[in-house]
């Protein structure tokens, strides 16, 4: 009931609760817009995000799902494809990076990718409550959470306020083998890395994942040409 009631309030009040039990294949939600089916798999979202981002760094956008027609349409529920979870940084808006409207993606947002309790139920919330098939991790070159984190070890010094703990949290991904600017560049990497694995190991995702309903991917985004490119 309590989960019922949870999703009710998030979706609004006129979405039918029984599209949204969460055995319901992800194949089966309403189409998230009035002119284009909601990519149902882990694959048909990655195709998705990637023909974004080509028109993106080619200039070519769309601008999708930003008309009078949509936005009354989401005002009885939200039907996002795919989660991304980045940075903060101004420069990596995953609306824009990957040229998607209104509706298309839950954005969670967090400086260098840092999870913490909010961040994980965020990130749940859309795949277990919204049956989302694709998660992104999503960093970035000149990534300044990753580079600060790597100065404050080198230095011993103490970041101000609450921005010790995220230093804190992406220390583990920090590369040793390299150093310089390399390091830095290195550890955004690893960092996507590291919370890629975190997500994938919650055993709620990891039972969606087993049976090809969810997909956890890592990414990096280059500000330089604006490519996004999967991490290995």
């Not at 990637?50 to 080619?58: F, L, Q, V, Y």
């Not at 769309?62 to 989660?83: D, L, M, N, Y």
């Not at 409207?101 to 277990?128: F, H, I, K, P, Q």
Request: net charge negative; charged share 20%.
């Amino acid at each position: 009931m309590r989960r019922t009631l949870l999703r009710a309030a998030l979706t609004g009040p006129v979405v039918a609760a029984g599209a949204w039990a969460l055995d319901v294949p992800a194949a089966s939600a309403k189409a998230h817009s009035v002119d284009q089916p909601r990519p149902a798999t882990p694959e048909a979202a990655l195709e998705e995000l990637d023909a974004g981002n080509r028109r993106w760094r080619t200039f070519r956008e769309k601008h999708p799902h930003e008309t009078h027609a949509v936005r009354r349409e989401a005002v009885s529920g939200q039907h996002p494809f795919a989660v991304v979870l980045g940075c903060i940084d101004s420069r990596v808006p995953p609306e824009l990076v990957f040229d998607q409207g209104l509706g298309d993606l839950m954005t969670v947002r967090s400086a260098g990718e840092v999870l913490d309790e909010a961040v994980l139920g965020s990130v749940a919330y859309g795949v277990l409550e919204l049956g989302i098939p694709l998660v992104m991790v999503l960093g970035h070159q000149s990534c300044g959470a990753v580079s600060a984190a790597v100065h404050a070890e080198e230095s011993g010094e103490e970041l101000p306020a609450h921005i010790q703990y995220i230093a804190d949290q992406i220390k583990p991904a920090i590369d040793h083998s390299v150093t310089g600017d390399a390091r830095i560049d290195a550890t955004i990497s690893a960092q996507v890395r590291l919370v890629r694995s975190r997500l994938a190991a919650e055993p709620d995702l990891a039972a969606r994942i087993a049976v090809g309903q969810l997909a956890i991917v890592g990414a990096r985004y280059e500000l330089t040409t604006q490519l996004v490119h999967q991490i290995a």
